[in-house]
């Protein structure tokens, strides 16, 4: 919780007490208690700065951005999970899953972890994609989660983490080494990825190491994307990701009074991830890792 205000709340040091006699004393007794009872008066009249009085001198208290839902509703701890999925003792069976040109999936008990792997023949493609598609409802926000390693970055390597299949939603992705995110839609009657906002055009945190947080995104590390989506039709959505412990966000798609239609299809979509060869590698045997995911409400 953020205290906007201009000047500074003075900190309330904790006291000396003085020490313990080994008996009984009544002068000790009240020293302590003279020393307890200035403590708690300090204590007592800090908390009453944060009282809302009605008078100017109330200290206005502010939420940052990423404890709000993406319709600016305080988010608490009681999310309706609409799905998740792990790889724990074996593959998770929700997924599909498609390879070609000697593409190959498989699935690492040790590490919890499906392994999406491509040779270096161009179009080598792995993908993995919910069965399910996740129902949106208007008017609530609804919170992406999904966990992975990518493959080191290489000339026609492509490799996509998101909400997303074939004609709508949003994603990752990196393309010979270079990061994006991408606003994917089919409102003109076929797939479109011309809102793909480069790494560094985000308008949030850019994880190069110059942005608010100090981090620079290593995406051959476990990393942890999320997405909020505020749609019906012509809402925000937000994406970034959970480094720390802390929502960062990193780029933010703002739709209304900017678009002459919805932003995209539907938001009811699966979860998907894809790794493909766009043309010939130098390296083979590269592969994304799948680890976890869920899809909240």
Not at 115 to 143: D, E, H, I, N, W
Not at 164 to 190: A, H
Not at 236 to 255: K, L, P, Q
């Amino acid at each position: 919780m953020l205290v906007t205000i201009n000047s500074q709340l003075q900190q309330v040091p904790p006291p000396a007490l003085p020490i313990a006699q080994d008996q009984y004393s009544k002068d000790y007794q009240e020293k302590f208690n003279n020393v307890l009872r200035l403590y708690f008066n300090r204590i007592n009249s800090l908390l009453g700065q944060f009282m809302a009085n009605g008078s100017s001198s109330a200290i206005p208290i502010s939420f940052p951005p990423t404890s709000l839902d993406a319709f600016g509703r305080l988010r608490v701890s009681n999310p309706f999970t609409i799905f998740d999925s792990q790889n724990r003792y074996s593959k998770d069976n929700q997924f599909s899953e498609f390879t070609a040109n000697g593409g190959n999936i498989s699935y690492d008990e040790d590490q919890s972890t499906v392994f999406l792997a491509v040779t270096s023949t161009s179009g080598s493609k792995a993908v993995r994609q919910s069965y399910r598609v996740m129902p949106y409802q208007p008017g609530k926000g609804l919170l992406v989660l999904a966990t992975f390693v990518m493959a080191m970055a290489q000339a026609n390597l492509r490799q996509r983490v998101g909400y997303f299949n074939v004609e709508n939603g949003v994603f990752f992705q990196q393309l010979g080494g270079v990061n994006s995110f991408v606003l994917r839609t089919s409102t003109s009657g076929s797939p479109n990825d011309a809102r793909t906002v480069n790494q560094a055009d985000w308008n949030g945190d850019k994880l190069d190491g110059t942005g608010t947080s100090g981090i620079t995104l290593d995406t051959t590390k476990a990393q942890i994307l999320w997405m909020d989506f505020e749609w019906l039709g012509a809402g925000s959505v937000r994406c970034g990701f959970i480094i720390n412990g802390e929502y960062i966000i990193c780029h933010t798609f703002n739709n209304a009074n900017d678009q002459d239609k919805v932003y995209m299809t539907t938001a009811t979509l699966p979860i998907r991830y894809e790794i493909e060869a766009t043309a010939a590698l130098a390296a083979s045997g590269v592969a994304l890792k799948q680890i976890c995911s869920t899809v909240i409400s």
